[in-house]
T-cell receptor, first 113, second 115 residues
Framework: AQSVTQPDIHITVSEGASLELRCNYS??????LFWYVQSPGQGLQLLLK??????LVQGIKGFEAEFKRSQSSFNLRKPSVHWSDAAEYFC???????????FGKGTRLSVIA | NAGVTQTPKFQVLKTGQSMTLQCAQD?????MYWYRQDPGMGLRLIYY???????DKGEVPNGYNVSRLNKREFSLRLESAAPSQTSVYFC??????????????FGSGTRLTVV
C-alpha cells in the first residue's frame, strides 16, 4: 500500500531564509506526487505536482520540489520564505489508477521576523 | 466561483444525533472524496466515489455512510454522532476516475463538534 512520511511535524524559519520540507513515499511503481498548502481555517490548495518528466517541478508562490526516485523523496523548497507562507503543508501520493490520494500527516511551518 | 462547495461550515451535535454533510462540485468532475482531518493525523479518507453510482470505503469508514446523489453531489451522513467524530471534514473532487494528473480540488471544510 502507498504511504507518505513527513518527518518534521513543525518547522520554524526566519523570514527571508530558505526552506526545505521533507517528504518520503512508499510506492512500487511511478508515483504521482503532490504538495498542498493549508492556511489556517482554509481548505487545501495545490502547490505543485509531479507525475513524469523533469524531476524538478515549479509551483505557485515560488515553491519548487524535486523528485528523487533513488531516495523515494519529493522535498519541497523555497529560496526565501515570506511571513505569508506560514501554514500547514501536506505531501500526497497517488497513481495512474483508481487509488485515492494518500496524504502525509503534514508539516506546520512558522515564520518569525 | 467554480469549485467544491461544502455545507454547513460549522456544526455542533449532541452525541447520538444524526446529520448529513453536503458537498457539491460544478466542474463536471467524475470522482469525489470525503476526508477527515484531525490534529497530528493528516487527512484520512472516509469514503470515495470514483464515478456516479459507485462508492467505496476508505481508511476510516466506520460510523459514516455516503450517497452519490448525482454527478455533482456527494453527501456524508453520520447516523449516530460520537465525540470521536469531532473533526474537520473535507470534500474533494477530480476529473478522472482516480488520482489523475490534476490532483484534487478541495472544499473549504466543515468543522464538526460532537458533545
Amino acid at each position: 500500500a502507498q504511504s507518505v512520511t513527513q518527518p518534521d511535524i513543525h518547522i520554524t524559519v526566519s523570514e527571508g531564509a530558505s526552506l526545505e520540507l521533507r517528504c518520503n513515499y512508499s510506492y512500487g511503481a511511478t508515483p504521482y506526487l503532490f504538495w498542498y498548502v493549508q492556511s489556517p481555517g482554509q481548505g487545501l490548495q495545490l502547490l505543485l505536482k509531479y507525475f513524469s518528466g523533469d524531476t524538478l517541478v515549479q509551483g505557485i508562490k515560488g515553491f519548487e520540489a524535486e523528485f528523487k526516485r533513488s531516495q523515494s523523496s519529493f522535498n519541497l523548497r523555497k529560496p526565501s520564505v515570506h511571513w505569508s507562507d506560514a501554514a500547514e503543508y501536506f505531501c500526497a501520493v497517488g497513481d495512474s489508477g483508481n487509488t485515492p490520494l494518500v496524504f502525509g500527516k503534514g508539516t506546520r511551518l512558522s515564520v518569525i521576523a | 466561483n467554480a469549485g467544491v462547495t461544502q455545507t454547513p461550515k460549522f456544526q455542533v451535535l449532541k452525541t447520538g444525533q444524526s446529520m448529513t454533510l453536503q458537498c457539491a462540485q460544478d466542474m463536471n468532475h467524475n470522482s469525489m472524496y470525503w476526508y477527515r482531518q484531525d490534529p497530528g493525523m493528516g487527512l484520512r479518507l472516509i469514503y470515495y466515489s470514483a464515478s456516479e453510482g459507485t462508492t467505496d470505503k476508505g481508511e476510516v469508514p466506520n460510523g459514516y455512510n455516503v450517497s452519490r446523489l448525482n454527478k455533482r453531489e456527494f453527501s456524508l451522513r453520520l447516523e449516530s454522532a460520537a465525540p470521536s467524530q469531532t473533526s474537520v471534514y473535507f470534500c474533494a473532487s477530480t476529473r478522472g476516475t482516480g488520482t489523475g494528473r490534476r490532483g484534487y480540488t478541495f472544499g473549504s471544510g466543515t468543522r464538526l463538534t460532537v458533545v
